[in-house]
């Protein structure tokens, strides 16, 4: 049997599976993104995570085939460069050399967003179309374009939805621009927003939830939380939010006329389906083909979509490296897509 490791580097956590060649998983692991330190602290973390799914899958990470990893910021070659959401990581970092030494069985590295877009693409909810949007609604807005079941790039860091203007002059972006949908959706600017409302006396549950569970950030969880007990300053910004990604995520679909848009990312998964048609409901003002919406649906891969996407880069010989690369678009009917089966993958 083969078996393959698969790291997902997000803003808040990092998921590491390990998955045998049908993409089943053999185990995961789970462990917070280090919030101090810089890229050797946040390597160590993913060693680390990667080992305790290879231990729940009962291998050693060495007897692994390769190692895909989906990481944000510019990702070329082997290295990872100006990853915001991670800290100190400004400059350029070797990170597929550190993991190998580290770890033993070659890493390959892709762009998270693409990753778990194919991954859906290839094994989720994005199956049945052959044009897609992937939205990916966590610690940012992070988006990829599926055309003709590849991948569309543009001139390298195509997909960018997060950064739609949605307010021309409106709400300071985490990027330093104003007015994209990530200033009012993405759960780094949401949790600014809520300090600063609160310190001008606005009453929420949310940051006593985030310390009663021992958390330092707004997750998704705690923002499921709060919307089900009914918070309302909680349920007022995932409003705003909805409505930042519906006109935007509407403009794009008005350009694209893609088929379907995938939900995913940590907040879009943990709050699930409801929430997802919350969003198609927001953008039908402003669909201009309003007769004939695509499809809306929620990642189906869950929270391991990603690094699952990840570990596609190395078991199907996906290249990883240059953010110029390919990702692993196949054409509908291709033998990997039918042999595919769909992977044990659990939504928390
Ligand atoms: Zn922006």
Redesign the pocket.
């Known amino acids: 049997m083969s078996a393959y490791g698969g790291i997902d580097l997000g803003g808040t956590k990092i998921q590491a599976v390990v998955v045998d060649e049908s993409n089943a998983v053999l185990g995961s692991a789970r462990l917070p993104t280090p919030t101090s330190g810089g890229p050797a602290d946040v390597a160590e973390q993913m060693t680390w995570a990667l080992g305790e799914a290879a231990a729940a899958a009962g291998l050693e990470p060495a007897t692994l085939r390769g190692i895909g990893v989906g990481s944000p910021g510019v990702v070329e070659g082997g290295a990872v460069t100006s990853a915001r959401n991670l800290p100190g990581w400004e400059g350029s970092f070797p990170l597929a050399a550190t993991l190998k030494k580290a770890l033993g069985p070659p890493v390959k590295l892709g762009n998270d967003v693409q990753v778990a877009t194919i991954a859906e693409v290839e094994l989720g909810a994005g199956r049945p179309f052959g044009s897609m949007l992937g939205v990916f609604w966590g610690t940012g807005v992070g988006g990829a374009v599926i055309l003709n079941r590849k991948p569309w790039q543009g001139r390298g860091g195509a997909g960018?939805i997060?950064?739609m203007?949605v307010k021309v002059g409106g709400a300071r972006?985490?990027?330093?621009?104003?007015?994209?949908?990530?200033?009012y959706a993405?759960r780094a600017a949401m949790e600014i927003r809520v300090r600063k409302l609160v310190e001008k006396g606005h009453r929420t549950d949310l940051l006593a939830l985030m310390e009663k569970h021992g958390r330092t950030r707004l997750t998704s969880g705690i923002w499921a939380r709060a919307l089900e007990r009914g918070d309302e300053l909680a349920e007022r910004m995932v409003e705003r939010a909805i409505r930042a990604l519906g006109a935007g995520v509407a403009s794009a679909v008005n350009l694209l006329e893609v088929e379907a848009v995938i939900i995913g990312g940590g907040l879009g998964v943990r709050l699930g389906a409801p929430y997802a048609e919350r969003i198609a409901r927001a953008m039908v003002p402003h669909l201009f083909e309003d007769a004939s919406p695509p499809h809306v649906e929620v990642a189906a891969l869950g929270d391991l979509g990603g690094a699952i996407g990840a570990s596609l880069l190395v078991s199907r010989g996906g290249t990883g490296g240059a953010s110029k690369a390919q990702g692993r678009g196949s054409k509908p009917g291709a033998p990997g897509v039918r042999r595919a089966s769909k992977p044990r993958a659990s939504q928390s």
């Not at 972006?173 to 200033?183: F, L, N, S, V, Y």
Request: proline share 0%.
């Open positions: 960018e997060g950064h203007v972006c985490t990027c330093g621009r104003r007015g994209c949908i990530e200033a993405g």
